[in-house]
């Protein structure tokens, strides 16, 4: 009977278990000051208690404990203990994490390195992906690879739960429906041991939902969605060595594609058109997309939920049947769900093929005047005095693409002339331009010599002229006339330059 199956068990005791705890978190939160409140970024306008993630975490740890403590073997025959409860103490690690930055802000490169700890605390257990199976057969043995796919596979969806965890209920909803796919797919599979983990949080989330629904009364905070996302891979990975890799890893991530598909896109949006870091802060989302769209906060969690239920119902069909016509029914879901990207602006592909072409371009004008500059610091190893410091400063100028330079220098009589630099007009690609004055240490007078410089703005690209201004600001700063040899004798008399201006001298 149904009320026999552990699993029953799990997903009724962890509900209640959540029903109960949650409350208690909110309390808690309020006695404790422990708020998400309101920013730039936020989309709820009043503080809400954050730690939902430490009911969300004991009420799925506790039945599964529980089991565990009246059963010889509570996960099966053929399945190791070891790789599972590994998992299990790994999720609580990283919700403990999540906790402390809930509270405190943690950096976003010491939240990946104990993520990478993480997955490699449950790799070496014994949970990694090990090959690639279809229909039974293993038709690639992953080697070498093991770790770094496995890694790759559960910091992904760790960070893209986390990501989607951004309205009232989306994440909880989400994450419910993709648990109870991956649950259908392990008692299909024959291993109904190992949904006792995809049960029992399932149950923890819907509790959840009760109260975070909007308006949420509670947010999971970081502590909960890294927590479920880590639990949720790590889980995936020990189903697909038992079940095979379309019922353990494709089907659920079938039913997750909203996070994992805007994670994507996130990461395409801000490394390549924004250029920024990956993991910074925004409202780039899919849901916040959907709200610039003008739905309102309960349409857009709706939206969103439809699909994932959707993605979940061609998951169980594809579990159902091996046909080609399942086959046909997934690849139109991922149609539909780059249109609904494409919809509310999240995927910009002409955007993003124009964004790759000017970042190439970027990079190869940054590298050729990088090399230049090196050159050019060898060569003023030759420079001895102020004529040919000159002669250097000016060939710098044409390596770095300037307009014009103007030097403006006192005579040792007191009068004053300025030396000037010139590009040809034909040389100047664009009539846009960016101007500065760079100061130049001069040992002799104690003060700085000012060098007035123009930068040409080729193909419109304003951040290469400031790359060429800061690279040749440097190179004027290491090869500045202190360093000089002591010993230079006074300059010479002036005489007159190309374009009949006089080339004046430091006093001395």
Same mark, same amino acid.
């Given at each position: 009977?149904?009320?026999?199956?552990?699993?029953?068990?799990?997903?009724?005791?962890?509900?209640?278990?959540?029903?109960?705890?949650?409350?208690?978190?909110?309390?808690?939160?309020?006695?404790?000051?422990?708020?998400?409140?309101?920013?730039?970024?936020?989309?709820?306008?009043?503080?809400?208690?954050?730690?939902?993630?430490?009911?969300?975490?004991?009420?799925?740890?506790?039945?599964?404990?529980?089991?565990?403590?009246?059963?010889?073997?509570?996960?099966?025959?053929?399945?190791?203990?070891?790789?599972?409860?590994?998992?299990?103490?790994?999720?609580?690690?990283?919700?403990?994490?999540?906790?402390?930055?809930?509270?405190?802000?943690?950096?976003?490169?010491?939240?990946?390195?104990?993520? +990478?700890?993480?997955?490699?605390? #449950? &790799? =070496?257990?014994?949970?990694?992906?090990?090959?690639?199976?279809?229909?039974?057969?293993?038709?690639?043995? +992953? =080697?070498?690879?093991?770790?770094?796919?496995?890694?790759?596979?559960?910091?992904?969806?760790?960070?893209?739960?986390?990501?989607?965890?951004?309205?009232?209920?989306?994440?909880? =909803?989400?994450?419910?429906? $993709?648990?109870?796919?991956?649950?259908?797919?392990?008692?299909?599979? =024959?291993?109904?041991?190992?949904?006792?983990?995809?049960?029992?949080?399932?149950?923890?989330?819907?509790?959840?939902?009760?109260?975070?629904?909007?308006?949420?009364?509670?947010?999971?905070?970081?502590?909960?969605?890294?927590?479920?996302?880590?639990?949720?891979?790590? &889980?995936?990975?020990?189903?697909?060595?038992?079940?095979?890799?379309?019922?353990?890893?494709?089907?659920?991530?079938?039913?997750?594609?909203?996070?994992?598909?805007?994670?994507?896109?996130?990461?395409?949006?801000?490394?390549?058109?924004?250029?920024?870091?990956?993991?910074?802060?925004?409202?780039?989302?899919?849901?916040?997309?959907?709200?610039?769209?003008?739905? &309102?906060?309960?349409?857009?969690?709706?939206?969103?939920?439809?699909?994932?239920?959707?993605?979940?119902?061609?998951?169980?069909?594809? +579990?159902?049947?091996?046909?080609?016509?399942?086959?046909?029914? $997934?690849?139109?879901? &991922?149609?539909?769900?780059?249109?609904?990207?494409?919809?509310?602006?999240?995927?910009?592909?002409?955007?993003?093929?124009? $964004?790759?072409?000017?970042?190439?371009?970027?990079?190869?004008?940054?590298?050729?005047?990088?090399?230049?500059?090196?050159?050019?610091?060898?060569?003023?190893?030759?420079?001895?005095?102020?004529?040919?410091?000159?002669?250097?400063?000016?060939?710098?100028?044409?390596?770095?693409?300037?307009?014009?330079?103007?030097?403006?220098?006192?005579?040792?009589?007191?009068?004053?002339?300025?030396?000037?630099?010139?590009?040809?007009?034909?040389?100047?690609?664009?009539?846009?331009?960016?101007?500065?004055?760079?100061?130049?240490?001069?040992? /002799?007078?104690?003060?700085?010599? /000012?060098?007035?410089?123009? #930068?040409?703005?080729?193909?419109?690209?304003?951040?290469?002229?400031?790359?060429?201004?800061?690279?040749?600001?440097?190179?004027?700063?290491?090869?500045?006339?202190?360093?000089?040899?002591?010993?230079?004798?006074?300059?010479?008399?002036?005489?007159?330059?190309?374009?009949?201006?006089?080339?004046?001298?430091?006093?001395?």
């Amino acid at each position: 009977m149904i009320t026999d199956y552990p699993g029953t068990f799990c997903l009724v005791g962890s509900a209640a278990l959540g029903l109960m705890l949650t409350p208690l978190a909110i309390r808690m939160a309020r006695v404790w000051g422990l708020y998400d409140l309101p920013g730039v970024r936020k989309v709820h306008s009043n503080p809400i208690p954050t730690i939902g993630g430490l009911a969300i975490s004991i009420a799925t740890v506790v039945p599964i404990a529980a089991i565990a403590l009246t059963s010889i073997n509570p996960f099966g025959p053929g399945v190791h203990t070891s790789p599972v409860f590994t998992l299990i103490a790994a999720s609580i690690s990283i919700m403990v994490f999540g906790l402390v930055d809930d509270l405190v802000s943690i950096r976003a490169k010491y939240k990946l390195l104990l993520l +990478l700890g993480a997955c490699a605390m #449950f &790799c =070496g257990s014994g949970g990694a992906i090990r090959s690639i199976t279809f229909q039974g057969n293993d038709i690639m043995q +992953l =080697g070498d690879g093991s770790w770094p796919i496995t890694m790759l596979w559960i910091v992904g969806v760790t960070v893209a739960i986390n990501f989607i965890d951004g309205l009232d209920g989306l994440a909880a =909803g989400i994450i419910a429906t $993709a648990s109870g796919v991956l649950s259908v797919c392990l008692i299909w599979g =024959g291993s109904p041991g190992l949904a006792l983990l995809p049960l029992a949080w399932m149950g923890a989330l819907l509790s959840f939902l009760v109260f975070n629904y909007n308006p949420a009364k509670i947010f999971m905070g970081d502590c909960g969605s890294m927590f479920i996302g880590f639990l949720f891979a790590g &889980c995936c990975c020990l189903a697909q060595s038992h079940i095979g890799t379309t019922r353990g890893l494709l089907l659920p991530a079938l039913a997750l594609s909203i996070p994992i598909f805007d994670t994507l896109s996130t990461f395409v949006r801000r490394g390549i058109l924004q250029r920024r870091s990956l993991f910074s802060a925004e409202r780039g989302h899919i849901h916040h997309r959907l709200l610039e769209a003008g739905l &309102c906060h309960r349409h857009v969690v709706m939206v969103l939920h439809s699909a994932t239920l959707l993605g979940a119902s061609v998951a169980v069909v594809s +579990l159902l049947g091996n046909g080609w016509a399942t086959g046909v029914v $997934a690849i139109a879901f &991922c149609a539909g769900l780059v249109v609904l990207f494409r919809v509310a602006g999240t995927v910009r592909a002409r955007e993003t093929f124009g $964004a790759i072409r000017r970042n190439r371009a970027l990079g190869r004008e940054s590298r050729r005047h990088r090399i230049a500059f090196e050159e050019l610091q060898l060569a003023f190893r030759d420079v001895n005095d102020f004529s040919s410091w000159w002669n250097h400063v000016c060939r710098s100028a044409e390596v770095f693409e300037l307009a014009k330079m103007d030097l403006p220098l006192t005579r040792r009589d007191g009068s004053e002339t300025v030396m000037k630099w010139r590009r040809s007009d034909s040389e100047i690609a664009e009539p846009t331009s960016l101007t500065a004055e760079i100061p130049v240490p001069q040992r /002799r007078s104690g003060q700085f010599l /000012r060098v007035s410089v123009e #930068f040409s703005v080729n193909n419109g690209f304003l951040e290469n002229a400031g790359q060429r201004l800061a690279l040749f600001s440097r190179h004027l700063a290491e090869c500045s006339l202190n360093e000089l040899p002591e010993t230079v004798a006074a300059q010479p008399e002036p005489v007159p330059s190309e374009e009949g201006e006089i080339p004046s001298h430091i006093a001395t």
